[in-house]
């Protein structure tokens, strides 16, 4: 039965954020298919922070109407919604309208922001329903949500999209002439499986989240009873011990305040931080989702375009990779100095910083056109490894620090989680929102055509 529980409640995770992650690792081919081009992403970062109105309207229910929130048929409602919408983008994906005299990927950005209301509503529905069973549990669901992110990009690895070709190809002049122009032009290899293929897996992890959660209701009576002690006692001592560990629970079931010298003052030693340090740490979490969720993801096509598709496609699956295990390492490795949190904040924003500065100098980034650049290119395919790497370092290292900061927070108090979650949301509000116009109307962001652009040497 224990082994039952735990692949259910890794199955459960897996449907928390497997949609969004998987739109993004498969950006590097939908970019080169719908209308928007390179400014894809940035409309993808302020549609997916739109998508907040879901876990929004679940904290005012539950604020303002306290227990009166089916969370199971939440749950069942969301779940229901992106198996339909990842359907539904298998044959509306690529399909466009015609929106202020521009072609738009209309049905593309409406199912988008379906999905990553569901992705961003199961961040406040899931957890709450899997804290009704014990905690080891809970630790098995995040393995599950931490797969949301690795198999999405272990697919896009194995789909091996990305892979182009310069070509001559001629054009006839005119109608009453023969003349024949010939240019290059970039000629896409076709992937090991196409989008739809890709989209069919997103339902089908979905679908495996929905048949697990089901499971989870329906476990034996006998288990649900012999767990109803457990349940509370874990729930309370998470909850309760977050807003103030001198809380106890006296025969009656209500909280007795015991002296907080005798429980509270030896398990806050670690978690006491001053004034300045507090602030330290929240702008950290204000920054680092900035910079992971709106400013970088936004330009991450003109960083990496420019070197080529693959390499877009391999800084998108490898990234989406690195946030898991990131996250794996600060399980089992955890630091929670403030400076070397900071020091590692600072590595982490000089990848960010190279990677916006390439992007920046799109479509003629470093190396590129130059005499250097292209004797790596002659000596070695993957002179576009450089970029890859700073993309995989830039998510990972941030990744480490965003999980410690929500560790030393959660030892604070539960409040202090609430405030990180503000924010986070804060921080990845203002990046979109702040890249949306740079990218979209000031057009400071170039694009081009790999075979096509000429670079000056």
């Excluded at 992937?191 to 089901?214: D, G, K, R, W």
């Amino acid at each position: 039965m224990a082994l039952l529980l735990h692949l259910l409640a890794c199955a459960f995770g897996l449907g928390s954020w497997v949609a969004v992650n998987g739109l993004w690792v498969e950006l590097p081919l939908i970019v080169n298919a719908l209308p928007e081009g390179w400014e894809l992403p940035s409309y993808l970062t302020v549609i997916i922070q739109l998508a907040n109105l879901g876990p929004l309207l679940v904290t005012l229910m539950h604020k303002l109407c306290p227990g009166r929130l089916n969370e199971h048929a939440v749950i069942y409602s969301i779940l229901s919604i992106g198996i339909l919408s990842c359907i539904l983008l298998i044959f509306f994906w690529d399909k466009t309208t015609i929106v202020a005299g521009a072609s738009h990927s209309t049905a593309f950005f409406i199912l988008t922001f379906f999905l990553s209301l569901v992705d961003c509503t199961s961040s406040v529905t899931f957890l709450p329903f899997m804290m009704q069973l014990p905690a080891k549990y809970i630790t098995t669901y995040f393995i599950g949500e931490g797969l949301s992110g690795l198999i999405p990009g272990v697919l896009a690895l194995a789909q091996g999209v990305g892979m182009a070709k310069c070509v001559n190809s001629s054009q006839t002049l005119g109608n009453y002439t023969d003349e024949e122009v010939w240019s290059l032009q970039t000629e896409y290899l076709s992937p090991n499986f196409s989008t739809q293929v890709f989209f069919s897996f997103l339902v089908a992890m979905m679908c495996i989240s929905l048949a697990a959660f089901v499971g989870l209701n329906r476990l034996p009576r006998t288990f649900e009873l012999s767990t109803a002690n457990l349940v509370p006692d874990t729930v309370g001592s998470v909850s309760s011990g977050f807003d103030n560990p001198g809380v106890e629970v006296d025969g009656e079931g209500k909280k007795s305040q015991r002296t907080v010298e005798e429980n509270s003052r030896p398990l806050l030693v670690e978690a006491q931080h001053s004034m300045y340090q507090l602030a330290c740490i929240y702008f950290l979490v204000v920054w680092i989702n900035a910079a992971t969720n709106g400013l970088l993801p936004s330009v991450q096509t003109y960083s990496c375009m420019p070197y080529g598709n693959l390499a877009y496609h391999l800084s998108a699956a490898l990234a989406s990779v690195a946030n898991p295990v990131a996250c794996t390492i600060a399980m089992f490795f955890q630091n929670r100095s403030l400076i070397f949190l900071g020091m590692l904040t600072v590595l982490g924003t000089g990848f960010g910083s190279y990677n916006m500065a390439m992007a920046a100098m799109s479509p003629c980034p470093l190396l590129r056109g130059s005499a250097v650049g292209e004797a790596i290119i002659y000596m070695s395919p993957f002179f576009y490894f450089h970029q890859v790497l700073s993309w995989l370092l830039f998510t990972g290292t941030l990744s480490y620090v965003k999980v410690m900061v929500g560790v030393i927070l959660r030892d604070r108090s539960h409040s202090a989680l609430v405030w990180c979650g503000a924010a986070a949301q804060m921080g990845s509000l203002v990046g979109s929102v702040t890249m949306f116009p740079l990218v979209n109307v000031y057009r400071l962001f170039k694009s081009g055509d790999f075979c096509n652009t000429q670079c000056p040497s």
